[in-house]
C-alpha cells in the first residue's frame, strides 16, 4: 500500500513564475503520466513532490499532515526520484544499485540479494560486477531505475526516464514500470503520448503553471 | 665518466650492505615525512570537506580557499625561516626548545603538505558531478551519508592530493634543514643528508640516498597508477 499524497496551491518561481497554485490527489498505488511543454516545470514539481526543495507557497501532504520541512528522513526514505540523468556513483553496477537499501542499514548479504533482483528487473543482473560508468546510456538508466526498485519505494516519481533512450532499452524501462503496477505510486513524466497511455491510469498536463487530468 | 661508474657501483655496495647511519637516516626521513603526511590529512581532510559542504561562514570559506591555494606555493625555506624565527631561543615559542628537534621538522612537514592536501581535496570534492549528490539525496542519504558519498566519488582525486603531500614532504630540503639542523644522527634526513654529502664531495652516500628516494617514489606512483587504473572508467 503506497502514501497518499496531496498537494495545495503550491506555487514555485525562479526567476518567472513556474507553478502557479496547484492542487490535487494523486491515489495510492495508481500510475501518473505527467505531460507539458519543455519549461512547463515538470521537474521543478517533481523535486517538489520528492520533498528535495520547498515550495514558495502551499503544501505537500503525505499521509497524516503537510510536509514543512525538507530533512524528514523516515518520509523521505519512502519516496524516491529518478532524476533524467542517471547520476550513477563511480563504483561497480551491484553497489550501485545496493546503495539506498545500504543508506537504510539493510546488511549486506541482503542488499546484495535485493539489489541483484532489482538488476534482473531492468535485465542488468549480468553487468553486477562491472563498473558503473562503462554502460552506455540505455544501461546507465537502467541501472538508476534498478537502483530506485531495490529500495521498494512507496511513491515513485520518475522525471522523463525513457528521454533520447533506443527503442529496446525504452521497452525494458516501460515493462520494468508496468511490472511495478498496482503496488506502488508511480508519478512519471514524458512527452511521449503513446508511452503516457501506455504506462499511465491517468494523464495528467502541466501548462501555464496548472495541472489538469485528460482524457 | 669512470669517476661516476665507480661512485655509483660504492653507492649501490652501499645499499645492498646498508650502514646504521643510512638507516638511521631513512628512517627518521619516512617517521618525519610520515608524520608530518598524516597529520596533514587528518587536519586536511576535513578541512577540505568543511569547505566543500558547509553552507556556513561564506566568506571565510573563500579566504580559506585562497590562502590554501596560496600556500601551496610557499617556498619551504620561507616556512623554516617562520618556524626558526618563532622557535629560536628569543622567538615567542623559544621556552618550548622544539628547535633542532625531529618534532619540529615533522612541524615543518605537516604545514608545508596541509595545503596540498585540503585544497587538492577540496577541489576534488567541489568537481563531483551535482547529478551525483542528487541522486544520493533522492535515493534518502542523511547529509552525514552524502558527505560519505561524495567524499567516496572524490577519492582518487583526494589520493592525487595526498601523494601530492607526500612528494613535497619527502622532497624537502629547506625547511628541514633551518629547523632540525642537520645533526648526524638526530635531524638528518635523506634529503639533508644528500646536500651535506654533495658539499663534502662524499657523493656515494649521497647517491645512494638518491635512488632510495627515487625508489620510494616510484613506489608510491605505481600504487597510485594500478589504484587509478581500478577505478578508471572512461
Redesign the interface.
Given at each position: 500500500m503506497s502514501l497518499s499524497l496531496r498537494i495545495e496551491d503550491l506555487r514555485k518561481s525562479y526567476a518567472r513564475p513556474v507553478l502557479g497554485g496547484i492542487n490535487y490527489q494523486f491515489m495510492p498505488d495508481r500510475v501518473y503520466a505527467l505531460m507539458g511543454p519543455n519549461g512547463a516545470g515538470k521537474s521543478t514539481l517533481f523535486r517538489l513532490l520528492a520533498l528535495l526543495e520547498k515550495p514558495d507557497h502551499g503544501r505537500v501532504i503525505y499521509e497524516n499532515g503537510p510536509v514543512d520541512i525538507l530533512d524528514d528522513m523516515n518520509l523521505r526514505r519512502r519516496i524516491t526520484l529518478l532524476l533524467p540523468e542517471s547520476g550513477l556513483f563511480n563504483t561497480t553496477v551491484l553497489a550501485n544499485a545496493a546503495y539506498g537499501l545500504r543508506l537504510r542499514g539493510v546488511g549486506r548479504a541482503e542488499a546484495k540479494r535485493l539489489a541483484v533482483e532489482a538488476l534482473a528487473s531492468v535485465g542488468l543482473e549480468h553487468k553486477a560486477d562491472q563498473r558503473a560508468l562503462t554502460l552506455s546510456s540505455g544501461e546507465s538508466q537502467r541501472l538508476a531505475l534498478a537502483r530506485a526498485i531495490a529500495i521498494r519505494p512507496e511513491v515513485f516519481f520518475l522525471d522523463e526516464p525513457t528521454a533520447s533512450l533506443d527503442p529496446e532499452n525504452r521497452e525494458i524501462i516501460e515493462e520494468a514500470l508496468l511490472s511495478m503496477r498496482g503496488r506502488t505510486g508511480i508519478i512519471l513524466s514524458t512527452h511521449d503520448r503513446t508511452q503516457a497511455e501506455k504506462l499511465g491510469d491517468v494523464i495528467l498536463m502541466l501548462k501555464d503553471g496548472k495541472l489538469s487530468e485528460e482524457g | 665518466m669512470h669517476y661516476i661508474i665507480l661512485v655509483l657501483k660504492d653507492a649501490l655496495s652501499l645499499l645492498l650492505h646498508p650502514s646504521r647511519e643510512l638507516i638511521g637516516v631513512v628512517v627518521l626521513s619516512m617517521l618525519v615525512s610520515g608524520g608530518g603526511l598524516i597529520a596533514a590529512a587528518i587536519a586536511g581532510l576535513p578541512l577540505a570537506a568543511f569547505l566543500a559542504f558547509s553552507t556556513r561562514f561564506a566568506h571565510l570559506r573563500t579566504v580559506t580557499v585562497h590562502l590554501l591555494n596560496t600556500f601551496m606555493g610557499m617556498p619551504p625555506v620561507v616556512a623554516g625561516l617562520a618556524l626558526y624565527l618563532l622557535l629560536s631561543r628569543s622567538g615567542p615559542f623559544g621556552v618550548l626548545g622544539l628547535l633542532y628537534t625531529p618534532s619540529i621538522m615533522a612541524l615543518a612537514q605537516f604545514l608545508l603538505a596541509l595545503p596540498l592536501v585540503a585544497a587538492l581535496s577540496h577541489s576534488a570534492m567541489v568537481a563531483v558531478?551535482p547529478?551525483?549528490?542528487?541522486?544520493?539525496?533522492?535515493?534518502?542519504?542523511?547529509?552525514f551519508?552524502r558527505v560519505r558519498?561524495v567524499i567516496?566519488?572524490a577519492r582518487y582525486g583526494i589520493i592525487a592530493g595526498l601523494m601530492a603531500g607526500f612528494g613535497r614532504v619527502m622532497a624537502e630540503v629547506g625547511a628541514v634543514i633551518i629547523v632540525g639542523g642537520n645533526i648526524k644522527g638526530y635531524t638528518r634526513t635523506m634529503t639533508t643528508a644528500i646536500a651535506l654529502e654533495t658539499d663534502k664531495g662524499d657523493f656515494e652516500l649521497a647517491i645512494a640516498l638518491g635512488i632510495l628516494l627515487l625508489a620510494i617514489s616510484l613506489v608510491m606512483n605505481f600504487s597510485m597508477y594500478f589504484f587509478q587504473r581500478k577505478?578508471k572508467?572512461?
Open positions: - | 558531478r547529478e551525483v549528490i542528487l541522486a544520493a539525496r533522492s535515493l534518502g542519504a542523511s547529509p551519508q558519498t567516496y566519488e577505478g572508467y572512461q
